[in-house]
Nanobody, 115 residues
Framework: QVQLVESGGGLVQPGGSLRLSCATS????????VNWYRQASGKQRESVAT???????NYADSVKDRFTISRDNARNTVYLQMNSLKPEDTAVYSC?????????WGQGTQVTVSS
């Protein structure tokens, strides 16, 4: 059974940091590309960051230089380090793992940036 489980969300003040984790099981993790997506209330879901099986990364312009995606293949886990958080980063963050036609989602974790 494939599972993607996000953790690390919460309430943080503007300028603060959080690290999200996406722990996977049931897949050959090191072959998958993993994306972090977010969806704010009333808005469309957007891709925030991507990491390929080879470790190449890509970021949305809105988070570039503030967020860092990384992967630990030994732990089957992807991380999203989020620094200098802004209120507009408030959203539900979800991870997605995909390889050819196989596509899996986690349940999401809430990130709220507020004073």
């Amino acid at each position: 059974q494939v599972q993607l489980v996000e953790s690390g969300g919460g309430l943080v003040q503007p300028g603060g940091s959080l690290r999200l984790s996406c722990a996977t099981s049931g897949i050959t993790f090191n072959t998958y590309t993993v994306n972090w997506y977010r969806q704010a209330s009333g808005k469309q879901r957007e891709s925030v960051a991507t990491i390929t099986s080879g470790g190449n990364t890509n970021y949305a312009d809105s988070v570039k230089d503030r967020f860092t995606i990384s992967r630990d293949n030994a732990r089957n886990t992807v991380y999203l380090q989020m620094n200098s958080l802004k209120p507009e980063d408030t959203a539900v963050y979800s991870c997605n793992a995909h390889w050819f036609t196989r596509n899996y989602w986690g349940q999401g974790t809430q990130v709220t940036v507020s004073s």
